[in-house]
């Protein structure tokens, strides 16, 4: 029987038959693992709430043909418990876990998605910044280390030094007025220089952003983030209505 430990956090789920449930587990050398937690859904069920979403674990699982299946786990950190207390906290948790589902479902490993979610989802519960801010700074993060990082000053197509005013999900970020495209974005400087706080850890200068530009720069990372996922992230319906 072949079998594997590892430290991983839960990021989504869902019911199989009538008491057992498929569990996603982000992990920090498995990369995204899909397994069975059998039983879980019965009051006695040994694993209880240590497989709900956002709990850091420590888990063991045996492999199987199609899903492994859970054999025990042991709770690290019960995020869970932090991120129910307050709605926005919860939007932005939910989006951060689909969010980092989808880029990391084609990738064998991603021990930086894992430790980057890890960092957001910690910082999340402890109310370090405003949720909607952290989750901004997640995304532009997550998508770097995807390899996605927009270009925020220079020219994303001809690298033409900026700063430039328009900005482009399909090209790749800030763009200069020769390559802009009809119907590109016009964000205020504020809301790109916003961007660029968040993206490199300035939380001084993002804090202090006015909010109708971090309000715009919210919008521009959304839009961004669905382009290179080619696909629409349900969490951020939840989100906007935070």
Known sequence: MKQYRDEGIVVGGHKLGEADRIVLILTRNHGLVR?????IRRTKSRFGSRLEPFMLVDVQCHVGRSLDVVTQVELIEPFARAIGADYSTYSAANVMAETCTRLTEAEPRSRAQYLLLVSAIRSLCRGEHPPRLALDAYLLRAMAVAGWAPSLWNCAQCGEPGPHR??????????????????????????????AALLSGDWVRAEATAPHHAAEASRLVTLYVQWHLERHVKSFTVLENA
């Open 35 to 39: 397994a069975v937690a059998k039983g």
């Open 166 to 195: 328009a900005f482009s999900p399909a090209l790749g970020g800030a763009v200069c007025s020769a390559c802009r495209q009809h119907g590109t974005a016009l964000p205020t400087t504020e809301t790109v220089l916003h961007l």
